[in-house]
């Protein structure tokens, strides 16, 4: 049994959580246990609507992943137009099931665009948290400013989830999650020296396994209150499966596509039970699409894309399990760059250059996982190397990417990327070998929330060789915020003081100015 974490109530969200029945969990209540551990959240908004989520759970780490309940469960919810839920503008019934685990997605419509809402929900005789929402602007409507808060890497044995706290006290009006929410696997006793806090549950992979993953993040009282604060935008990257997957191949290479597609599958099922995500289904071939376009009225339009569910197999795969990915270089690895590999597959290039052609937004907004203007090691007297788990290992898909983003000319385009635990401060070149060529988007990789960047000091040490990058630091854990207007975008670096302080506090490392009509930050 976990402890439920000290609740703090901060300005921004005062009052938006019944503080009684979070305190409530973990005890016995009459009527039952304590029924929402896990939080509220809402996510892709749209102009008249957006989707409410809960997960009812009286055991929330139930071996069997069911949360301790079977029989189905009627929820009430409610939408009100004030924080004291007088006005309640929409309401209606859901039924938990076990099959989704008792997770509750309501696709509320019907709302007005542009404005702040609140939901909470009714079940087993208990009220929910209560969560704040928000409409997106009509499509055409001119919203003055879009506050993002960016977060990706949450390994929640790294340390505690402070950065996402001091997420929901900027008060974003959106939150993006770029991957890694969770991690699949748990330090081994080679690692145990790195453990601020310890999973205590099995490396995922099964159904339950990834439910129980998800349900153990969600009782972090930080994450909670973000997911309170603000709808979001959620893709994947590959811990929330496995490691370095590719597409259908597992980063075990003994491991057949027919296996590893079970375990996938698993997965993907419980990261839509557990994400405030529009419908979407596994398909017979075990595919479930999450990419998707959002438009925040004029201002921005995101391409929310999904780096890792149809793409080509590792070039070149390696490591000790043999399907990972590598550092490797060209001349040993001409596969790397055949052009019929692909990083989004083709359904989902074709998807994301009709939507650029079509893009009429200020700001073109593509969320995705992998850092995107690449990183070249040079060697002296031999080939250059690449990392081929990023888009260093798809050079054509990126070329082609790149190539879009030249002719269709979207208004600029600006990259937000996870997964590398690291800051970085990125041009996006059309060519990304020629350093000279025209920088076609401006990229911002956001840090982790928790989890352990790479050297510092190796990466610095062959940025004079990738001046594409001109900022990289690896050394801090955190989040980034943009606040958006038509003139530009002022995109700050948040940084926490400690990872295994629990009341770590949050300082800016970084700020950069995008400017309108003008790919490529500024330091500001
Ligand atoms: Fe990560
Ligand atoms: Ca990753």
Same mark, same amino acid.
């Given at each position: 049994?976990?402890?439920?974490?000290?609740?703090?109530?901060?300005?921004?969200?005062?009052g938006?959580?019944?503080?009684p029945?979070?305190?409530?969990?973990?005890?016995a209540?009459a009527?039952?246990a304590y029924?929402? !551990?896990? +939080?509220?959240?809402?996510?892709? $908004? @749209? &102009?008249?609507?957006?989707?409410?989520?809960?997960r009812l /759970? #009286?055991?929330?780490?139930?071996?069997d992943?069911?949360?301790?309940l079977s029989?189905?469960v009627?929820?009430?919810?409610?939408i009100?137009?004030?924080?004291g839920?007088?006005?309640i503008?929409?309401?209606?019934e859901?039924?938990a099931?076990?099959?989704e685990a008792?997770?509750?997605?309501?696709?509320a419509?019907?709302?007005?665009?542009g404005?702040?809402?609140?939901y909470?929900?009714?079940a087993l005789?208990?009220?929910s !948290?209560a +969560?704040?929402?928000?409409t997106t $602007? @009509? &499509?055409?409507?001119?919203a003055?400013?879009?506050r993002l /808060? #960016?977060?990706?890497?949450?390994?929640?044995?790294?340390?505690?989830?402070t950065?996402y706290?001091h997420?929901?006290?900027?008060?974003?009006?959106?939150?993006?999650?770029?991957g890694?929410?969770?991690y699949e696997?748990?330090?081994g006793?080679d690692?145990a020296?790195?453990?601020?806090?310890?999973?205590?549950?099995?490396e995922?992979?099964?159904?339950?396994?990834?439910?129980?993953?998800?349900?153990?993040?969600?009782?972090d009282?930080?994450?909670?209150?973000l997911?309170?604060? @603000? &709808?979001?935008?959620?893709?994947?990257d590959d811990?929330e499966?496995?490691?370095?997957?590719s597409?259908?191949?597992?980063?075990?290479?003994?491991?057949?596509?027919?296996?590893?597609?079970r375990?996938?599958?698993?997965?993907?099922?419980?990261f839509?039970?557990?994400?405030?995500?529009?419908?979407?289904?596994?398909?017979a071939?075990?595919?479930?699409?999450?990419?998707?376009q959002?438009?925040y009225?004029a201002?921005?339009?995101?391409f929310?894309l999904?780096?890792?569910?149809?793409?080509?197999?590792?070039?070149c795969?390696?490591?000790p399990?043999?399907?990972?990915?590598?550092?490797?270089?060209?001349?040993?690895?001409?596969?790397?760059?055949?052009?019929?590999?692909?990083?989004l597959?083709f359904d989902?290039?074709r998807?994301l250059?009709d939507?650029?052609?079509r893009?009429?937004?200020?700001?073109?907004?593509?969320?995705?996982?992998?850092?995107?203007?690449?990183?070249?090691?040079?060697?002296?007297g031999?080939?250059d190397?690449y990392?081929?788990?990023?888009?260093?290992?798809?050079?054509?898909?990126?070329?082609?990417?790149?190539?879009?983003l030249?002719?269709?000319k979207?208004?600029?385009?600006?990259v937000?990327?996870?997964?590398?635990?690291?800051f970085?401060t990125?041009?996006?070149k059309?060519?990304?070998r020629d350093?000279?060529?025209?920088?076609?988007?401006t990229e911002?990789v956001?840090?982790?929330?928790?989890?352990?960047?790479?050297?510092?000091e190796a990466?610095?040490?062959?940025?004079?060789?990738?001046?594409?990058v001109?900022f990289?630091?690896s050394?801090?854990r955190?989040?980034?915020?943009?606040?958006?207007?038509a003139a530009g975008?002022?995109?700050r670096?948040q940084?926490?003081s400690?990872?295994?302080?629990?009341k770590?506090?949050v300082?800016?490392?970084?700020r950069?100015?995008?400017?309108?009509?003008?790919?490529?930050?500024?330091?500001?």
């Amino acid at each position: 049994m976990r402890p439920a974490a000290p609740f703090t109530r901060r300005s921004l969200v005062a009052g938006l959580v019944a503080a009684p029945a979070v305190l409530a969990f973990g005890r016995a209540r009459a009527g039952g246990a304590y029924a929402f !551990p896990l +939080g509220v959240a809402s996510g892709d $908004p @749209a &102009p008249d609507g957006f989707v409410i989520w809960t997960r009812l /759970a #009286v055991d929330p780490f139930a071996a069997d992943g069911q949360g301790g309940l079977s029989a189905p469960v009627p929820v009430r919810w409610e939408i009100a137009a004030d924080e004291g839920f007088r006005r309640i503008v929409a309401a209606g019934e859901a039924t938990a099931v076990a099959e989704e685990a008792h997770a509750v997605h309501v696709e509320a419509a019907g709302l007005r665009p542009g404005r702040p809402y609140w939901y909470r929900f009714t079940a087993l005789g208990q009220q929910s !948290p209560a +969560g704040l929402s928000r409409t997106t $602007p @009509a &499509p055409n409507a001119q919203a003055d400013r879009l506050r993002l /808060a #960016v977060a990706s890497c949450s390994h929640w044995e790294r340390g505690y989830f402070t950065a996402y706290g001091h997420m929901a006290d900027e008060g974003p009006d959106l939150t993006l999650f770029l991957g890694d929410y969770i991690y699949e696997y748990s330090l081994g006793p080679d690692r145990a020296d790195q453990k601020v806090r310890a999973y205590g549950l099995e490396e995922a992979t099964t159904l339950a396994g990834y439910r129980n993953r998800y349900a153990l993040h969600r009782t972090d009282a930080h994450l909670q209150r973000l997911h309170a604060a @603000a &709808p979001c935008l959620a893709v994947w990257d590959d811990h929330e499966v496995q490691d370095d997957y590719s597409g259908i191949w597992s980063k075990v290479a003994a491991t057949s596509p027919r296996d590893f597609l079970r375990r996938r599958a698993a997965a993907y099922q419980a990261f839509y039970e557990a994400m405030p995500i529009r419908r979407t289904r596994l398909s017979a071939a075990g595919e479930m699409p999450i990419y998707k376009q959002v438009r925040y009225g004029a201002l921005a339009e995101f391409f929310m894309l999904d780096g890792r569910q149809y793409r080509s197999r590792q070039p070149c795969p390696g490591g000790p399990e043999g399907g990972k990915g590598r550092i490797v270089a060209d001349g040993a690895c001409p596969d790397r760059l055949d052009p019929s590999r692909t990083f989004l597959g083709f359904d989902q290039e074709r998807w994301l250059y009709d939507g650029l052609a079509r893009a009429s937004a200020q700001w073109n907004i593509l969320g995705q996982d992998l850092v995107m203007a690449g990183l070249r090691f040079a060697r002296p007297g031999g080939d250059d190397t690449y990392w081929t788990d990023t888009w260093d290992g798809f050079p054509a898909a990126r070329d082609r990417l790149t190539r879009a983003l030249s002719q269709l000319k979207p208004r600029n385009p600006v990259v937000l990327s996870g997964d590398y635990h690291s800051f970085w401060t990125n041009d996006v070149k059309l060519d990304s070998r020629d350093p000279g060529s025209p920088t076609v988007a401006t990229e911002f990789v956001g840090t982790s929330i928790t989890s352990t960047g790479p050297s510092h000091e190796a990466l610095s040490a062959v940025m004079p060789d990738n001046p594409q990058v001109k900022f990289f630091d690896s050394r801090s854990r955190g989040y980034m915020t943009l606040d958006i207007t038509a003139a530009g975008i002022d995109a700050r670096y948040q940084a926490i003081s400690d990872v295994r302080d629990p009341k770590a506090s949050v300082a800016t490392l970084r700020r950069w100015a995008v400017e309108n009509g003008k790919a490529g930050a500024t330091p500001a």
